[in-house]
């Protein structure tokens, strides 16, 4: 499933990263923890969290996640938008929370178990 | 005979992810006289390695530079660690180095230089500093009061790495012996001290050279010790800690 269906099945804001949308998606991981993520997260992973600052840009590159999506409608930061452009990763927004939206994605057939 | 030293004690170094590389020894204690500070305290994230090469440079000039470390527990808590001497800091490195995990990826987080006095590159730190300990923030205040050490929770008003972001509350049972607000408090650091019953302080941790000194506190001491700074965030004996 590329990331743009994903999009639109959940009306995500997309922040940056638009010319990333094509992409496959590999499965998901959800926590709020960077070092969590960089323990356990792979590579085409779609991370769900709430982090808004820049470090999680950081940490989706240095483990080649496919992108980031933050839930409860939160708006990242300033800075995290300018770091995501310039690495090229992909930031959407939601306005559901953590449990409902990673529950649909998972009914969706994206799965955490790789 | 008490004095008035203006501190920052929340100072980072070319060796912390994602700081300035420009945060060099000589550059940093240049930058905290031009701002009238007469005491400064480096805490890199996880590491001390660059402590010494900035208490020379800071010698050299009569700047004051207490020794310290910026802790990451593993619920990513950020809590300063402030030491009167050179054993216990690397002691307490010994401790982070034990239970720190990962190797540090340059473009991701900064090449973490390791300096000498006169800002020449000697090393590079291969480490995951930006990475969180194996350890909880009731552990990691412990091992710094073990080893004499202060206890400061970092910039709580900001939601990240904070504790209060982190945790959502201020253990009751944690020992710590300040609070520090960040410069993003200013206007609302009332409303913190009314609602928590801890020792304040404000510093900058500063990243970048030019938010050096951006926020202080002065302390009414006799000279500039550990034990010193605990009686003034204690209020003991006329010393007093007054944040800016």
């Known amino acids: 499933m590329k990331l743009r269906a994903v999009i639109e099945e959940f009306e995500l804001t997309v922040k940056c990263g638009e010319d990333k949308l094509d992409e496959e998606v590999g499965g998901g991981y959800a926590s709020d923890l960077l070092s969590d993520v960089l323990a356990n997260g792979k590579a085409g992973d779609l991370w769900v969290t709430l982090q808004i600052h820049e470090n999680i840009v950081a940490v989706a590159s240095m483990k080649d996640l496919l992108g980031i999506i933050i839930i409860n409608g939160r708006q990242p930061e300033e800075e995290t938008l300018e770091k995501a452009g310039e690495e090229g990763i992909p930031i959407m927004v939601s306005k559901l929370s953590a449990f409902e939206l990673i529950g649909r994605l998972y009914g969706m057939g994206i799965s955490g178990k790789r | ?244």
């Open chain 2, 1 to 244: 005979m008490l004095k008035s030293f203006r501190g920052d004690l929340h100072v980072h170094t070319c060796l912390s992810p994602c700081a300035s590389n420009k945060m060099l020894p000589t550059v940093i204690v240049k930058e905290a006289i031009k701002k009238n500070l007469d005491l400064i305290s480096i805490c890199d994230h996880n590491s001390v390695e660059n402590v010494e090469a900035v208490r020379k440079a800071g010698e050299k000039q009569g700047l004051a530079v207490i020794g310290g470390v910026e802790m990451t527990s593993r619920e990513e808590v950020h809590i300063l660690g402030l030491f009167g001497d050179e054993k216990a800091l690397w002691d307490i490195q010994n401790i982070i180095y034990l239970n720190l995990p990962g190797k540090n990826d340059r473009n991701a987080f900064g090449e973490q230089l390791i300096v000498d006095e006169k800002d020449n590159i000697i090393n590079i730190n291969e480490r995951l500093l930006i990475g969180a300990t194996g350890y909880s923030v009731e552990e990691i205040v412990a091992a710094i009061h073990d080893r004499g050490g202060l206890a400061i929770a970092s910039h709580i008003d900001r939601e990240s790495f904070g504790i209060l972001g982190q945790l959502g509350i201020i253990p009751p049972a944690l020992a710590l012996d300040a609070l520090e607000l960040s410069a993003m408090a200013t206007g609302n650091q009332e409303k913190f001290r009314q609602e928590y019953d801890f020792p304040f302080v404000t510093s900058s941790d500063a990243h970048y050279v030019s938010d050096i000194g951006k926020s202080c506190t002065s302390f009414f001491m006799e000279k500039v010790s550990i034990e010193e700074i605990r009686k003034a965030l204690q209020g003991k004996n006329r010393r007093r800690a007054i944040i800016e």
